[in-house]
């Protein structure tokens, strides 16, 4: 399930993670952002939550966090791996691509 998360649960859902995360960072009047929003739900249902897990913030309730780290285009997706980043990708990208980001 991909939870949602707020500067307060950042850190203990996605930089205290011990697997990779996947970070969306969208907006409820952004068309792109709800294309990745599909592609990224389906996903969550192909992977196990051993493998990675998946997480939104809504950069409207959430901007301090998107300018934290220098959100500027949305959909913006961040990968990270033992807490650090790993690849960044902005724009809508398909399953296949975020699998193979991810190493699945």
Sequence with gaps: MI????KSTYEAEVLKSSVPVVV???A?????CRMQGTILE????EISADQAKIVKVNVDEE???AGTFGVQSIPTLLF????KVVNKAVGVRDAAALKKTLGI
């Design 3 to 6: 939870k949602h998360v707020t």
């Design 24 to 26: 969306d960072f969208w």
């Design 28 to 32: 409820a009047w952004c068309g792109p």
């Design 63 to 65: 901007g301090e966090l």
């Design 42 to 45: 389906q996903l969550d249902k």
């Design 80 to 83: 990270y791996k033992d807490g």
